[in-house]
């Protein structure tokens, strides 16, 4: 049986497809429990403290609300000493002893793997530069909930900003499921070769396949789901002019969706979208670069294809697994 009391949760590299599929059918179970509307314990008197150095809605709360729905209680800290006026490895050392596990999320992956080794109590990566597996998790809990096959046979197409957080560990969650993974990108935006190379030979072992290609038609045809990100992620500000020139090829717009063939292929994003004019942060981009969209359109957003609030729902259910798992009382 799989346990996984006391792991660090910060890359999924670090997890068998078996832990994967445990952590999958705990959040079915959890997510099962909160729509009976039963109230749990299962992490009730832990402490937890969630770490944040760049801007968040879902994981933030997601953590919030999980902690809560099964009896922990949080600090949110987003103006601590770390990495100012104290070192990374004392904040950790100091922390560890406080609470009984530990969010980060914030810009290098080394940080979040610096307070692994120091904190002396679970670590979950609540994104960094490189990895987002939290989110992986409840993308892949939204496709078995609306693919009606196993996850080993759906072709993921994620589209966009390949390089970036969501698009290395979407590469990373469907080899280690066995999943038909495809990024269709400019070559700039591929993933890191040595990247690529790692999860092709973790490939052989699951059954996956990794294709990365610039063929638009190539790429989306006979997709079970299509996926896309950010053009920019948060702290590449100075990337917006150069991305929107690379990446507006590959915008998702209902064009793209009928590519695929399928008319039931799904919409993934793991959010937030910039999809209409209604933030301010939009408004100012769009009038800028006078853009009427970015990644994705409206229309696409709001169709029938897209399921990016269950996905987002499928956060709180996946993070309370996490927690669950790695420091519940079970
Ligand atoms: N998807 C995601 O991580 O959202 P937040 O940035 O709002 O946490
Ligand atoms: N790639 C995005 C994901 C946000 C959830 C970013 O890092 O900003």
Redo the contacts with the bound molecule.
Sequence with gaps: PVSLKGRHFLTLKDFTPQEIHYLLDLSRELKAKKLAGVRGNLLEGKNVVLIFDKTSTRTRCAFEVAAFDEGAQVTFLSNSQMGKKESIEDTARVLGRFYDGIEFRGFKQETVEELAAFSGVPVWNG?TDLY?PT?ILADMLTLSEHVAKPLRQVKLVYVG?AR???GNSLMIGSAKLGMHFVAVAPKELFPAESLVAEMRELAKETGATIELTESIDDGVKGADALYT??WV???EEAHFEERIKLLHPYQINMEMVAKTGNPDVLFLH???AFHDLNTSVGREIFEKYGLKDMEVTDEVFRSKHSVVFDEAENRMHTIKAIMVATIGNV
Excluded: I, R, Y
Aim: charged share 15%; net charge negative; aromatic share 0%.
């Design positions: 994104l987002h989110q900003d970036n957080n969501m990100d950010v992620s948060m702290g793991c959010l937030p």
